[in-house]
């Protein structure tokens, strides 16, 4: 059986401003839902895809991103944009995988991938669990919240927390273990509807909506009068800026996000080198790639967690194939509320 | 015994300019070379007092050193400016200490200090050394570029180290210490003759004067063309962003000083946070007081290698009471060549 496989692509690099709808097209391709003999490919059928600020970086001319890591290479123009998800396999050449079983792993912005053999997928059990928290709370925002807050900023019971873009997909992680921790927790979002969310739902202790705060510094000052021990930095410019100034001695900054660079190369953030000399600052970035030491630890605890009641998961579904553009340009503007990502179809 | 104390203090705060011999004065006032029944206090005759970049923070109206740790804490018009140094004793109201003994720790910009009980100070075996090594190599900045580069850089043999100020007090023993454990050293340096003296008596792989650069992320290209794995920054601004853009991936920063930051508070680094992120770098402020872990270590490789004649020592010194403002001031228009100090007075 053949298809008609529609996908999403960019149509040249997006160099140095917020992505817009023109920026993509839907292209399709004709696609052999079988396997040819002796081919390894295994063809899925595409359910939930995450969508990340990230792969902004990839559709650049250049990114610091490229040479990185494999799933942040640059993604050329008319190219499938490879993506988290979970998918359903439809046709396999691979003894491992046999038609309906559902894999997780790199597949595409398109209604079916095809997984070459040595890309990264698997099997996954859902343990009870919808298949969308795969790509969220179970997946890479998950693993991001989870080994980045653990193992980069190495918390301490009673720590005073920091979140930026607290209502985001790691951010609002990020918040929930650092409380579930013990630690005293503060996050800022962009609207009263996520700061509400934040202090109502997720247990932060404080929020605030930084578009209200003219002078962040100030502003840092009055919810952490004694200083923070802890920065979960998603964001970079002045917001990280604030944060350095406010920072306790033996402070630490996980770096995990600089949506504000993605957008505009010349926010730069230029924190006060004095304040980490003498204040013992660590600024250090991370990939969640390099967190899988914690995954099985990530795994229980956040299985445990959600089994309990005491995680909440948010999550932002567009639905259809349609919709990835305007959900990716979403990211930048705010519109997002936890964990976005793009339905396809049904299980 | 009385005797006229002379010592050298500022006039003013020094705030966000090069210091200049007109901030300075010297003083008197009457000391009595005797200790008052009761008190413990010992009184010390001046010999060698360090000079350092980072009282200029000090000197500051506002700094984020001040509150950082007492021996950064602000220092007032008209008081005594107390420094690390050695010292004899020629008073002692202290059982422990005794006339004639030699003492190192925090004294002060003059000819003779009054130790109260409590302060930094104690007695040192020179173990055959001159004086002005305790100052120095076995002093404060030989302990900074030990731990600097052994505790916070973590170094793997064959790495590639980078070092700024590198003719300075602790980037010299920075770059020494990289080549005697086996990493490949880079050093920049203000002059033709500081960039000769690190390639050819310091045993450094290769050198640069970064005042003939006029742009130095291609500058470190050219002496990086595999990347730097470690920076041990001195400087900051532009310096730092050059560097990070130049580093490998799980780099290392390790934030000794930010002299232009010292000068001038507007000159500060915004190194791009895509690199931190993507390449998983760290950027970590330290100082050497949170380094006593290492001090036994320190002391017994140094010495080792000063026996052996494998470590040279570069000092810097001048003569007088009188000379303490040029001496200051040299720091930051480059005048100093290795460990700067003044000496007082002969043993």
Partial sequence: MEVTN????????LDDEEPKESDFELKTSPLALSVSPGSSDVIVKNLYVSIDPYQLNRMKSFSSSHKAISYAAAIAPGDE??????????????PEFEKDDLVVGLISWGEYTVLKEGTMFRKFDP???????????????????????????????????????ASGSVGNLVGQYAKLFGCYVVGCAGSKEKVALLKAKLGFDDAFNYKEEPDLKSTLKK??????????????????????????????????????????????????????????????????????????????????????????????????????????????RGHNTGKKMVKLADE
Same sequence: chains 1, 2.
């Avoid at 919808?130 to 190495?154: N, W």
């Avoid at 402070?251 to 730069?268: L, Q």
């Avoid at 991370?286 to 229980?300: E, G, K, P, W």
């Avoid at 089994?307 to 909440?312: A, E, F, I, P, S």
């Fill in 81 to 94: 944009i490879d993506a988290y998800g979970v998918a359903k396999v439809v046709a396999s050449g691979n």
């Fill in 127 to 165: 343990l009870g669990f919808p298949l969308s928290y795969q790509v969220g709370i179970l997946g890479f925002s998950g693993l991001t919240a989870y080994g980045g807050f653990f193992e980069v900023c190495k918390p301490k019971k009673g720590e005073r927390v920091f979140v930026s873009a």
């Fill in 223 to 332: 919810y952490f009068p004694d200083g923070i021990d802890i920065y979960f930095d998603n964001v970079g410019s002045e917001m990280l800026e604030a944060a350095v100034e406010n920072m306790n001695t033996f402070g630490r900054v996980a770096v995990c996000g600089v949506i504000s660079e993605y957008i505009d190369a010349r926010k730069r953030a230029a924190p006060n080198m004095l304040d980490v000399v003498y204040k013992r600052i660590k600024i250090q970035g991370f990939l969640a790639a390099d967190l899988m030491n914690v995954y099985s630890d990530f795994i229980s605890t956040t299985v445990d967690h959600l089994r309990t009641g005491n995680l909440h998961v948010v999550e932002d579904i567009s639905s259809g194939l349609e919709s990835f553009p305007s959900a990716f340009i979403g990211l930048f």
């Fill in 6 to 13: 529609r996908y999403i692509t960019i149509k040249s690099p």
